[in-house]
């Protein structure tokens, strides 16, 4: 008889000397037991054996460090990921993924799955906060593919970090290990776990979020400005979205609507995930005291509500540099993002791609390959942040002027070489 696959995990493996002290709750996050070159030495964990093909070590197993490690398994790279939960897992909240992101994840392989992860929301439609009058409509399904060049994608979290977890092969993604800090020695770079143990490879990537250990190792221990938004964000079924609001029900709005409700110093955006089944709503607000006022409509969504995540919304000045000696940063650690833009997690999936790309086209010259990353990425991702704190400061005026242009940011592609140099 066969061992189960978690009976597998735990059991000691007397031919490699050694055993999976990690609680592997996971099947895929037994990096020790599956890896030859790996092996336990008293507290540390040590590379041993031969050099075998270049290996990333990646810190956070988020939405960035996930994709980054599906594209470099892509272009050859032995990757280990790190994460200090138990769980790959993501909140009950929702994620807009844009038409530069979408382009990303076609080109990892994941076209199938992400539109079977994803939905793609007709209409964008914007409404008035308290008498529910339309300010404007516009469509997104039919013009996104033909003006973007893909699709524009909204999607339950869990479902887009289920997705890139599944590219992955078992063994990849390590659980309860915290990274305390990542140094170069020499020709490798090692990771430090807060058990003691190291991990070495010829890069670490520090991919652990905003308040990102990595980053306050090597470019200072600042914290994150707290921007006095806190946001809400929580799901009902599709049936509670009300169809007809407005003066006399004169607004009609359609299942498959992406809409927004615009007030003074907050909005609420409500947009559907899986498939189309669900309403995520996302509220931000810069105080705790606000629904007063605000649409009947709306308010009697927010009754049918029954779980609540709540956020304070921090960001962080872009920084020039992202990277010392063989340790870079991706994703909110090197430039986190206000979500006004609905960009910082696609942000995190394009650096994944392009970190890929050069550290394959720099072979063994690994800082340039690093340097040439940190170059493409950083002036980019820095006018996004930006350009999500200008829309922060927009959406408080009265009259919020119109929304920025993001084109710019949609129209883009990481995977093509021509849209790469104009941003040189
Ligand atoms: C309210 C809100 C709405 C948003 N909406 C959108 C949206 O619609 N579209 C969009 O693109 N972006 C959106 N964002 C931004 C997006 O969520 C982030 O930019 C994205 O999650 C960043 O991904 P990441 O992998 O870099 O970091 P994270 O998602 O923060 O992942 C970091 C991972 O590292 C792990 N970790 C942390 N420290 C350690 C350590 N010491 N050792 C090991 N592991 C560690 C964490 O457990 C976590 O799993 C939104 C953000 C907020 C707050």
């Known amino acids: 008889m066969s061992a189960s696959p978690r009976a597998a995990i735990n059991r000691f493996d007397p031919l490699a000397g050694r055993y999976a002290r990690l609680t592997a709750r996971d099947r895929k996050c037994d990096v020790m037991r599956n890896d030859p070159g790996v092996t336990m030495g008293g507290t540390a964990l040590v590379a041993v054996g031969a050099r075998r093909s270049r290996r990333v070590v990646i810190l956070g197993g988020g939405i960035g460090g996930l994709a980054a490690a599906v594209a470099l398994r892509q272009r050859g790279f032995e990757v280990h990921v790190f994460e200090r939960a138990s769980t790959i897992a993501e909140v009950g909240a929702g994620l807009q993924v844009g038409p530069n992101a979408v382009k990303v994840l076609y080109a990892l392989g994941l076209k199938e799955a992400l539109h079977r992860s994803a939905f793609e929301p007709t209409n964008m439609v914007s409404i ?57 020695r020499g020709q490798i770079a090692v990771a430090r776990f807060a058990d003691g143990r190291e991990v070495e490879g010829d890069v670490v990537v520090g991919a652990d979020g905003i308040r990102s250990a990595i980053r306050a190792q090597h470019f200072g221990a600042d914290r994150p400005r707290f921007t006095e938004m806190m946001c809400w964000r929580c799901m009902v079924p599709i049936e509670h979205m009300p169809t007809k609001f407005g003066l006399n ?12 409700w615009l007030g003074p110093n907050g909005h609420v955006i409500c947009y559907p995930i899986g498939k189309g089944d669900m ?56 430039h986190p993002t206000m ?46 942040t930006l350009q999500s704190r200008q829309q922060f400061a927009n959406n408080r005026k009265v009259p919020p002027p119109p929304f920025l242009d993001r084109t710019w940011i949609f129209t883009f592609d990481a995977t093509r070489e021509e849209d790469v140099r104009q941003m040189a």
């Open 128 to 184: 008035k906060w308290d008498d529910a009058s339309l300010r404007h409509r516009v469509p997104l399904k039919a013009i996104a593919s033909k003006q973007y060049g893909a699709p524009y994608m909204t999607a339950h979290r869990a479902h887009i970090q289920a997705m890139l977890h599944e590219a992955l092969p078992d063994g990849v993604i390590t659980l309860d290990a915290s990274c305390v800090g990542a140094d170069t």
């Open 339 to 384: 979500p006004t833009l609905a960009q910082g997690g696609n942000m995190a999936i394009e650096d994944g791609y392009v970190l890929a790309r050069n550290l394959a086209r720099h072979g063994d010259d690994i800082e340039t390959g690093l340097r040439a990353y940190v170059a493409e990425r950083q002036p980019r991702t820095a006018r996004v």
């Open 279 to 334: 309403l995520n709503l996302f509220c931000r607000h810069v105080t705790d005291q606000w629904v007063a006022g605000w649409n009947e409509a709306l308010l009697g969504i927010f009754r049918h509500v029954e779980h609540v995540f709540k956020w304070g919304i921090h960001d962080r000045d872009p920084m020039p540099e992202w990277r010392r000696g063989r340790v870079t940063l991706l994703g909110d650690a090197a």
């Open 249 to 260: 029900g004169s607004v009609e709005l359609a299942r498959g609507e992406y809409f927004g």
